[in-house]
């Protein structure tokens, strides 16, 4: 119980301030007598520094104790949090906004392995009910947050409150988590990896946090080749910072895939919806948000975890559709259903194509990804679509319908079936799941014990009869 609260009272508050701050432009720019550029480069960034923090925690807990990294991380929180709610001006707002994600990106490493893997297979699917709705599923509270403190400085109350709550998760992680010797404590650190890591998000997030055409694209693509970059780099490498062949495999390529797109498709609906005026019938979105972890705790051990992601792309087509319609409060909570049961069952599908070990470094480069996909498509839909919303609702119900194809077709070309997952298993050291070589069938020169034939043997029966 206290590692779920340690986790929940860390990490929750990021998440809501997420997706909190898009009602609060107009107050917060008056009061830093700011414009929109100034406030929208700060979320940028943030975003981007909660991928960089991710990725560098990664890296640091091979080394260093996970309970001092979170503490440490917490307390960083804390400060730039409190910092943020005095702030005289928009430069320390974005540079305490900043300081913001990296720290939290950190804690999302050192909290979310300890929680899932250290209590036992019994309490996996538990473990991972919580996380979806206590973390992912609290950016559904967000945008009702931030519209109820619209008014004059309540933003600064807000983040009074939020650096309230991390002091708590503070204390309870003093008293109640437990240290343990790192992993790989002689390890060097992969400098390189940072570096590029750091240039993808401040290319990417700066682009298109700016909003204008020449210097999106132009660092946009500077983004896009440091992180081919780092792929290529980290492929290279005998023993890398992200584990780069094993994610390449069919089951971490549908979770990527899942999380990635999930979290876009909602974030830019979401942030859509918001521009057009009162957020009211956003009220269902964390009903949805509930069922959708309840649908994970009670799928995770079955075979039809990988249905539920389908599911949840399915829930987020008709969502935006629905918004379009306009049927709002259905569309909110087909939208809440679906971030939970897409974003983190994306999560669990990557981790259980890997040995549980890895599942840091794993969520690092998901993080990476799914923040890129996600706080980067966001902004320049909405810059896009200003003057009409329903285009931009249409469009993001293609990207979930087109998201959905590619995760039916993937496991499909790559011999996968659905199958129990063996948690026992994963937790001592090995894959959870079978994850064959992504496209295996497409691919004649690639041979995999993993993959199953094409066409199951019933049917390639049946057709002969």
């Given at each position: ?63 260093r104790d996970r309970r001092t990294m979170f503490l440490v991380c ?41 929680l899932i893997t250290g209590f036992g297979a019994a309490r996996v ?341």
């Amino acid at each position: 119980m206290a590692a779920c609260v340690t986790g929940l009272l860390g990490l929750a508050p990021y998440v809501v301030l997420s997706t909190a701050f898009v009602p609060l432009q107009q107050a917060v720019t008056g009061s830093l007598g700011t414009g929109r550029l100034g406030f929208t480069l700060a979320g940028g960034l943030s975003a981007g520094a909660y991928a960089v923090g991710a990725v560098v925690a990664a890296q640091v807990s091979l080394r260093r104790d996970r309970r001092t990294m979170f503490l440490v991380c917490e307390a960083a929180f804390v400060i730039a949090t409190v910092a943020m709610a005095l702030s005289p001006d928009v430069w320390v707002f974005a540079g305490t906004r900043v300081l913001q994600g990296l720290a939290a990106g950190g804690m999302l490493i050192a909290a979310l392995p300890p929680l899932i893997t250290g209590f036992g297979a019994a309490r996996v699917p538990l473990s991972a009910a919580i996380v979806d709705i206590g973390i992912f599923g609290s950016s559904t509270l967000g945008p009702l947050i931030g519209t109820w403190v619209a008014g004059g400085d309540g933003w600064r109350l807000m983040l009074g409150a939020a650096a309230a709550i991390g002091a708590v998760g503070w204390v309870v992680a003093l008293t109640s988590y437990e240290s343990a010797e790192p992993a790989d404590p002689d390890r060097k650190l992969d400098l390189v990896a940072i570096v590029l890591v750091v240039l993808v998000a401040a290319a990417i997030f700066t682009g298109t946090s700016l909003g204008t055409p020449v210097a999106t694209s132009v660092l946009l693509a500077v983004g896009l080749l440091a992180f081919a970059a780092l792929l290529l780099v980290e492929r290279q490498r005998d023993e890398p910072l992200i584990p780069l062949r094993a994610l390449s495999t069919q089951l971490p390529v549908t979770g990527i895939l899942a999380a990635a797109l999930g979290g876009a498709v909602f974030v830019a609906v979401v942030e859509v919806g918001e521009s057009t005026g009162s957020v009211a019938w956003m009220w269902p979105m964390p009903l949805g948000a509930l069922l959708g972890a309840i649908a994970l705790w009670r799928l995770l051990v079955t075979r039809w975890m990988p249905v539920l992601v389908d599911i949840g792309m399915c829930a987020l087509a008709a969502g935006a559709l629905l918004l379009a319609v306009p049927a709002r409060p259905l569309g909110a909570l087909l939208l809440g259903f679906g971030a939970a049961a897409t974003v983190t069952p994306g999560l669990f599908l990557t981790g259980l194509g890997l040995p549980s070990d890895r599942l840091g470094r794993a969520f690092a480069l998901v993080q990476l990804l799914r923040a890129v996909a996600t706080y980067a498509v966001a902004p320049v839909v909405v810059a896009a679509t200003t003057q009409a919303p329903d285009h931009a609702f249409v469009a993001m119900a293609a990207v979930a319908l087109a998201g959905l194809l590619l995760l039916l077709l993937i496991p499909m070309l790559s011999g996968a079936r659905l199958r129990v997952p063996d948690v026992e298993a994963w937790l001592d050291g090995d894959k959870g799941m079978p994850s064959p070589a992504t496209a295996t069938h497409l691919r004649p020169s690639v041979e995999d014990d993993e993959a199953e034939p094409l066409m199951p043997q019933g049917w390639r029966e049946r057709m002969r009869r």
